[in-house]
């Protein structure tokens, strides 16, 4: 019954990806079922936080506005947190300064 329930919570496509085309890779109970959903999203949140990291550390400011270019590194900052990893604000800071054209 619960593997029933949180089939139908799931988007069509999250279903879809996590059921998989074959009978053989579908998950059979619900505890099946929801680590199926975990690594699902485990690793989409692993792309998330290798990519907002590195745009972190290699975004410049180059010939944007301050105001863009600082919206922009918070809000790779705030994407990590997302994910649950968190940028401390000192590191914040310094990725911030390193990208400007100075």
């Given at each position: 019954?619960?593997y029933?329930?949180?089939?139908?919570?799931?988007?069509?496509?999250?279903a879809?990806s996590?059921?998989?085309?074959?009978?053989?890779t579908r998950?059979?109970?619900?505890h099946d079922?929801r680590?199926s959903?975990?690594?699902?999203?485990?690793?989409n949140n692993?792309?998330?936080i290798?990519?907002?990291r590195?745009?972190l550390r290699?975004?410049?400011k180059r010939?944007?506005?301050?105001i863009?270019?600082?919206?922009?590194m918070?809000?790779?900052?705030?994407?990590l947190a997302?994910v649950?990893?968190f940028?401390?604000e000192?590191?914040?800071v310094s990725?911030?300064l390193?990208g400007?054209?100075?």
């Amino acid at each position: 019954m619960l593997y029933v329930w949180l089939l139908c919570a799931l988007e069509p496509q999250v279903a879809t990806s996590v059921t998989g085309k074959s009978i053989e890779t579908r998950p059979k109970t619900a505890h099946d079922l929801r680590k199926s959903i975990e690594n699902l999203y485990c690793f989409n949140n692993r792309a998330q936080i290798q990519y907002n990291r590195t745009a972190l550390r290699t975004t410049t400011k180059r010939s944007s506005k301050m105001i863009d270019y600082l919206r922009k590194m918070k809000g790779y900052a705030d994407n990590l947190a997302t994910v649950g990893d968190f940028v401390i604000e000192s590191e914040l800071v310094s990725c911030t300064l390193s990208g400007l054209d100075i």
